[in-house]
């Protein structure tokens, strides 16, 4: 489904653009930040139990608290925040990778195979997300990499639909057909002006869909399914502590809010770059 | 006739895409590690020849095309066998699930539009900031906020600490959740078209001619954000499905969504094909309707 | 031998609550209060797999609401009469003789009758496939009703463990619907009757209203809540349940609170770390690297934390108090208090250094084994920990390419069900790694045949001082499965297993005191 939705342009974006995108951006570079330091940010080991101090409220010695398993939530948080932030952006990356390529190779091979492999794409896109997601990881196991592959194949056809669009679009202008009558090579000349394109339109979709993996990820873990226990993802702290919630509000909070933060963040932020990008290009449903 | 001839088209598209779901989802069921019997085995401390015994029994030892051929057969005369797991017929297991998934779904929908229309057209008949503020505040909530967090948080405050509501059972928190998390998906777009609507010439003759507010509202607006709103709403309702899933696990309604989930958990390959195919033709339906809304809309649209 | 009447069975055994030490059989409990008749009882433990009673596999919770057995378990895991109210053993304990109550009736009204009982054994020796009574019944040579009050089984091999595999034998009238194929309706003798099932979600049950005990039930119906992802303590506290299956935590939260009763199943589930016996890889082969290991576990504190403080540390598979419990052999365990040092000084003397060596162990989805995890990686091994579901963990066992799990196991009728899995052509042994031990077996094998009471105890023991020698398996300790209740239930006392209708407390013999 397409919609015309024209975006109001009037000067006032352009200068709303530093203070309204900034925020977000600032915050996800923060986030990366801990991310990439929580080895040495953690005050303690994640897996670390420590049995006589089971589900403490938040201290001095633990900022965020225990878990029910005795084990520091403040470093759970800052080290999960590596897996999550992988697992998302892997995601969102095997989705590009299977969804692009799928796509592109479709289409280069000619309108009847195009109809054909689309054709599938749509039967996927057509299931029920969590529901692919989860017989995926049930026979591929769990771990990192199942869910990254079952949310890459649960995804893909978000960037298939992208990469069909702006080939469509760019294949019926001016310059292509020109190529043809000058008898140059059509498709090397939509490789050459249709990879900027599809970088900004995968660039938005990734934005959009990233937090829709973190999220997924977490419904799957939740679900009992997702990351292992030693790998602790937000997802997978809010699954866990949800058993003890009256005991440890702290527990669960602490994910949620992480996970809250992380995805208003990547959207304001996705939102800004569409509007960065092109104001008044077509947006491609979603 | 072309309207007629494009939407005969797309249904029959939309059902070969029903038919491919339900053959994907069979062989994926069988390509996970494990089956009934293993489950019953570790329950029941099965010997190896017990298990095997147990699985010529059930059937499922026969080549997958015989198998499948066999559940399409029965499935087409109305007949979904028994299952696996419980002896029990599938058909009386989904038909018990169907009406629970159903009103959860319809009424978090319903609730979804009201929300959506309500909060979208006061905020462009009134201009009060509130609603306009209102209107970003759904849009976000619905991006932001995933529903089994809030879920999770709701029966903290709502069952543990308030007692207002029982913990599991009870529809209202799950249709709320559902319900504004649907409504924050369409209330934005729908706020714009409305805006644009109003500034159209139809209202500014009629405001110029000294209509009330109301009467524009009722006579220009509504009929525009009505079906606007039930054209948007097909992205709604195909993610009602997903959404429905994870509230009915977490409050433990009886629902199509924890029917399925426990049988893919129990390998209960005749509920899971059962369930999926109704969800299937559910879904066929649904996108059937949106699409014949949106092209009765905007005719623009029509291929 | 002739076991007959009220048994007297007297140990105490849980720390938490006081177990109602007497069984038989007694039409009347005393009550300190009338019971109040009528009212609908909520109770959530676990869940029905199948409105056939014979094919039901695995812990059963559910279904002796409506279906009843010729003998039930104890207190102490020995056997008391419930459908028969005596039963013989010949001498050299191959003829049971089971002497059926009078005034029993299926759900439609009928008498039961010996020729009944015999049916039923028939039918589970032909027709069903799986499950410990399937085994045991196979034995059975022959089935006979000398008379209308009798049933005469007579045995291939002495088969000690049957009395009590008997209590799973629920008699069913063959007049249900689906007898002889699948049974759709099971028309039982129990307190109430097989009423509306959805699976996974409920089990409406109707009282019985000509129940052998007479003026039993008091309740109108039982309501079985059998969904299982329902977070059951927080639903009991909301007051949406009567009687519900908590996890130790919240047992111990819920034991000083006046508003609730928490009570134990009489028999335990048991913690255990199995090493890989079927195919052990080295290092892991070594008697005293498993040693090592097991010197790395501090029990206590494991037990603490599994059982939130209500768990009994141990080396045996049974609780202390229950029948075949030994003293001695509790107390000589070596392994209750951790001891790294211990542990180093063997590592060395086999050779092996830790930090070179990966421990691929395997568990269930649970947080109790990620505390052994830990414990294991203080001596210094990397662990791969595999976490995953049950079928998962079946499949990944099965294979034999792994070095250590931990896991549990749950209350049994007969601790024969314990034994049956050690053996190298028991059913399902990869939880405890396939042990395939052909001394071990004949020592089982012996207990097994053996009638007379202290003798298969010391048959049994033997058999679990090697098991304890080789390290096959370590056990860590027990826990009983802890019931809650609201304060308003009434005569309301857990089973030896999950049974909630026995002998001496059971949903017969419940009321609602409100």
Known sequence: ?286 | ?303 | MTIAGPRLSRRMFMASTAAVGFSGLLPHVSFAAEPARGGVLRYATLGLDTADPHRHTGSIAVQQIYAEALTSIAADGSVEPFLAESFDISPDGKTYTFHLRDGVTFHNGDVMVADDVVANIERVKSKVTGGWLASAVKLVDTVSAPDARTVVLSMHEPYAPLANLMSELWIISPKSEGWNETIKTPLGTGPFKFGEWQPKVKLVAPAHTTYWRKGMPYLTAVEADLRDDVDKGLALRAGDLDIAYIKPDIAKQLATDPNFKVSPLKDAAWFFVAFNNRKPRKPFDDPRVRQALSYAIDKNAFMKFAAAGGGVVTNQMVLPGNLYFDQATHDADAHTKANLDKAQALLKEAGVDPAKETIEFVSWQETYPQVIVQMVRKLGFKVNHVALDDIGAQKRLGQYDWDMNCMSSGPRADIFLRYVRLMSDGPNPVLWGGIQDPDLDKLIKAAVAEPALDKRKALYLAAWQRVMEKYYVVVLGLSANQIAMRKVVQGYEPGFTWSPNWGSGGVAQTWLAD
């Open chain 1, 1 to 286: 489904m397409t919609l015309v939705m024209p975006a109001r342009t009037d000067g006032k974006a352009r200068t709303r653009f530093s203070v309204r995108a900034f925020l977000p951006a600032a915050i996800l570079v923060f986030m990366v930040a801990v991310a990439l330091a929580a080895p040495w940010i953690a005050p303690f080991d994640p897996l670390d139990q420590d049995l006589l101090a089971l589900n403490q409220p938040p201290g001095p010695e633990h900022w965020l608290g225990t878990d029910h398993i005795g084990r520091d939530v403040f470093s759970r948080l800052v080290m999960g925040a590596r897996t999550t932030l992988l697992v998302g952006l892997g995601g969102a990356f095997a989705a590009f990778v299977f969804g692009a390529g799928f796509g592109l190779v479709a289409l280069s091979l000619g309108r009847v195979s195009e109809a054909i492999l689309f054709g599938a794409i749509d039967l996927v896109r057509a299931m029920p997300g969590v529901l692919l997601a989860l017989l995926l990881i049930v026979a591929l196991g769990e771990g990192v990499g199942p869910v990254t592959i079952a949310l890459g194949i649960s995804f893909a056809p978000f960037f298939a639909y992208v990469a069909r669009a702006i080939y469509h679009r760019e294949a019926a202008k001016d310059y292509v057909t020109a190529a043809q009558l000058f008898g140059g090579d059509p498709l090397h000349v939509l490789r050459v002006h249709l990879a900027p394109n599809l970088i900004g339109g995968l660039v938005t979709q990734a934005a959009i869909l990233l937090p829709r993996c973190i999220v997924t990820e977490s419904v799957l873990s939740f679900l009992g399914l997702g990351s292992s226990p030693d790998a602790p993802t937000w997802g997978r702290m809010v699954a866990e502590a949800s058993r003890y919630i009256e005991l440890a509000p702290h527990a669960i909070l602490a994910p949620v809010l992480a996970i809250v933060l992380l995805t208003l963040s990547l959207s304001f932020f996705g939102d800004n770059v569409r509007r960065t990008l092109d104001p008044l290009r077509e947006e491609a449903g979603s």
């Open chain 2, 1 to 303: 006739m072309k309207f007629l001839a494009n939407a005969g088209f797309d249904l029959g598209r939309m059902l070969i895409q029903a038919l491919g779901i339900v053959v994907i989802v069979f062989l994926l069921a069988r390509v996970v590690p494990g089956d009934v019997v293993d489950l019953k085995a570790i329950e029941g401390d099965l010997s190896a020849s017990q298990q095997q015994e147990m699985r010529t029994e059930l059937g499922l030892d026969q080549p997958l095309i015989v198998q499948f051929g066999q559940w399409s057969w029965r499935a087409l005369h109305g007949d979904f066998g028994d299952s696996i797991r419980f002896g029990r017929p599938v058909g009386g297991m989904v038909r018990t699930a169907l009406p629970v998934t159903l009103v959860f779904a319809g009424l978090s929908f319903v609730l979804a539009l009201v929300l959506a229309i309500g909060i979208a057209v006061g905020a462009v008949m009134t201009g009060s900031r509130v609603l306009r503020s209102l209107v970003e505040i759904v849009n976000i909530w619905s991006i932001a906020l995933p529903t089994f967090c809030i879920g999770v948080v709701g029966i903290l405050i709502f069952s543990v600490w308030l007692h207002w509501l029982p913990v599991v059972g009870s529809m209202l928190l799950p249709i709320l959740i559902i319900g504004i998390d649907g409504a924050g998906q369409i209330v934005k777009p729908l706020y714009e078209e409305l805006r644009e609507a109003a500034t159209s010439t139809h209202v500014r003759t009629a405001h110029a001619k000294g209509l009330s507010p109301w009467r524009i509202t009722v006579r220009h607006l509504l009929p525009t954000a009505v079906p606007v709103a039930l054209a948007l709403s097909g992205l709604v309702l195909a993610g009602l499905i997903a959404g429905t899933l994870t509230m009915e696990v977490l409050f433990g309604l009886p629902g199509l969504g924890s029917l399925m989930l426990n049988a893919i958990q129990g390998r209960d390959y005749p509920v899971i094909q059962a369930a999926i195919l109704v969800t299937a033709i559910g879904l066929v339906v649904v996108n059937a309707l949106t699409d014949l809304l949106h092209r009765m809309i905007d005719p623009r649209l029509s291929r």
